[in-house]
């Protein structure tokens, strides 16, 4: 028998929903404002050149990269002993893309409450979770190294990234590094200890999540899902006109991403498209163009996410003020 929820939680209720909605409205207006730097007029043309066939293509690769990262989280989960229904599951997994609207997309933990109901342990979800952040930052690192050499001056960004990665790798693994952070936490306030004790308990579930074989699969699915995100980038700039190759196209999508996720912007926004538009321009690409190209794939991959998240989490619990 499928266990079913203890509680119901009404995460954009209160100060949130406004908060939701405002950041919402701010973010249209940049856009708008961002349109007409770039060229109103033109802009408008190349976003309708675009046509529904593009951003049918660039929905569906989304919807690739969604599925391929909530096999890898159901499979983080399972490596934990937590079994709960795919379907459930799926709902949950989703409902996070709600709050993406959120500095460094920290809103997603919104997964752990609602797998709470589910009498999971904060501690565990929260592994999973940064498992997952973690197979994805390998990955984008692994596929925008591809495109280092088309830009030289996002060399040392990359490499920052890539020790960073090998940083983590050795807390991580490193059992004594974990116990002398434990035991580090016995001097400070209760509070802050017991939120430190919280977080290496999470170290130990990450772990469990990245045995070799876990690693290797976690990674993999999050190369394919950002190289399905990337196509539907590239398909867009070619349907545009634009000149420019898959990996450059790869390499573009996947830094300003990263780039954007580092501001701690909500949403990445203003830091990933500032990113995206320049370095497309650094290839030629005319100002409208880069701006038609950078508002359709953020619409079609965070706008999107954001939807599909709110109607998962208005079907579970309700969105309410």
Sequence with gaps: MEPEPKTAVLPLSGWRYYAFFGTVAIAAIGYLLFSLWGGWHEVVIAVGKAGF???????????????????????????????IPWRRNLRIY???????????????????????????SYDKSLGALFAERFADLVAAGILAMA????????????????????????????????????RFSDRLPERLAKFVKGLVESIFHFRACFTPANFAIGVGWGA???????????????????????PTAMFIYIFSVMVGALTFLP??????????????????????TAVASTLVIRIATLWFSVILGLLCLSRRTGVAR
Excluded: H
Aim: aromatic share 14%; proline share 2%; glycine share 10%.
């Design 53 to 83: 066939t593009c951003f049918g293509a660039c929905l569906f690769l989304t919807l690739v990269n969604y599925f391929c990262r909530f096999f890898r989280w159901q499979r983080y989960l399972g490596s934990m002993g937590i079994q």
């Design 94 to 120: 989703l409902s996070g893309y709600a709050l993406a609207m959120t500095p460094g997309k920290a809103g997603e933990a919104l997964r752990c409450l609602l797998l709470k109901e589910y009498d999971v």
């Design 147 to 182: 495109g280092m050499s088309a830009y030289s001056r996002a060399r040392p960004f990359i490499l920052t990234v890539a020790v960073c990665i090998a940083a983590i790798m050795v807390v991580v693994w490193r059992t004594s590094a974990s116990k002398a952070l434990e």
């Design 224 to 246: 394919i899902g950002w190289t399905a995100e990337s196509i539907g980038f590239y398909f867009v700039l070619s349907t545009l006109g634009a000149s420019v190759t898959f």
């Design 267 to 288: 949403g990445g926004i203003g830091g990933t498209e500032v990113s995206m538009f320049e370095l497309l321009v650094i290839k030629g690409v005319v100002a409208p």
